[in-house]
């Protein structure tokens, strides 16, 4: 049926996630539509998997009159709304036993992505590639972007916030393990350091290369090599040059190949449960840039089902 050792049935599940309420640039919200008129689909199709899509074209009803700043987050209600909403959803789709491919928006639905996958593997642990440590809480965000934030809510960092009681601590410190980091704010820093959370940074990646740089996460968060993955992957983790329609572009990050070798070697663990591609923004730069990146969104998604392997 499928080479995947959690799933009996060879079906992908993606759920479109067209939402931009965890950072101001509009945009993002464009994000999934683009990537499925580009053909994803099919190509996934054709690679011998069945395939549903949901495209959550009515996210914007979830947005409340009043949505006042909240201890320094902004429209925590609008992103709470949707997150939560989108995170029922994703668990319901994991518990059918599918490979739940959620196309972003924003990074602030990870909070509904690993919320869905981890009440359904509770055992599971998260790879998250990005440019960013998006772990800011409440009290260390400078920007108020949700987006900066989801990671200190999943592992229960940033402590109580009336919006986002629902988020439970369901990601533990030590199943989580960055790849690409090389922007990452000061108390960030602090809190990496306080919880020990593993992070490999850019730096990290020119000094092993990135086969022993994936072998080393992995051997961190699953050391086995038996539990559950989740690839959340936002593209700015990319260098700008190869993913330039994107919210907050860093230079200095990793190469086509190095983005697509993170997504075949997780693949081919036959252990990857879910995967997030987020943050394209088709609003952002040339037609041509915005191309380039909605094609690698999708290279990379196919990459994460096994296109690459032989
Ligand atoms: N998902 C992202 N692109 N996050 C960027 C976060 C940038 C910055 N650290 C902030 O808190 O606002
Ligand atoms: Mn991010
Ligand atoms: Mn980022």
């Known amino acids: 049926m ?3 050792k959690f799933l009996s049935t060879k079906t992908v599940s993606i759920v479109g996630v067209p939402f931009s309420g965890g950072q101001p640039r509009g945009g993002v919200e464009e994000g999934p539509l683009r990537l499925v008129e580009f053909g994803l689909l099919n190509q996934i199709q054709e690679m011998g998997w069945k395939v549903d899509y949901e495209g959550n074209n009515n996210i914007s009803s979830l947005r409340p009159n009043q949505d006042p700043d909240v201890l320094n987050l ?4 609008y992103v709470s709304n949707v997150t939560h909403a989108v995170a029922k959803q994703i668990e319901e789709r994991a518990r059918q036993n599918k490979f739940v491919l959620t ?3 924003d990074h602030s639905v990870a909070l509904a992505t690993v919320t869905g996958v981890f009440s ?4 599971a642990c998260l790879i998250w ?3 960013h440590a998006d772990i800011n809480t409440p009290a260390t965000t400078d920007s108020g972007n949700i987006h900066g934030c989801p990671v200190s809510f999943l592992t229960g960092i940033a402590g109580s916030h009336p919006d986002f009681a629902w988020v439970k601590p369901l990601l533990k410190t030590n199943r989580l393990v960055y790849i690409g980091l090389r922007d990452v704010d000061a108390a960030e820093k602090k809190i990496l350091r306080d919880y020990k959370i593993k992070a490999f940074s850019m730096h990290h990646v020119d000094r092993y290369g990135i086969g022993n740089i994936v072998e080393m996460a992995l051997d961190h968060v699953n050391p086995k090599r038996d539990l559950p993955i989740h690839l959340t992957f936002d593209v700015d983790a990319l260098d700008p040059s190869v993913a330039p329609s994107t919210g907050t572009p860093v230079r200095g990050g990793l190469t086509f190949r190095e983005g697509h070798y993170i997504c075949e070697a997780l693949a081919e663990t036959g252990l990857l449960v879910a995967a997030d591609i987020m943050e394209v923004n088709p609003a952002l730069e040339s037609e041509m840039e915005v191309f380039q990146t909605i094609q690698v969104g999708c290279s990379l998604a196919r990459c994460c089902l096994g296109e690459s392997l032989l």
Not at 74 to 77: A, E, R, T, W
Not at 120 to 123: C, D, I, K, R
Request: net charge neutral.
């Open 74 to 77: 902004k429209q925590p209600k």
């Open 120 to 123: 359904v593997y509770p055992n």
């Open 103 to 105: 196309l972003g928006g």
């Open 129 to 131: 590639v990005d440019a």
């Open 2 to 4: 499928s080479d995947n």
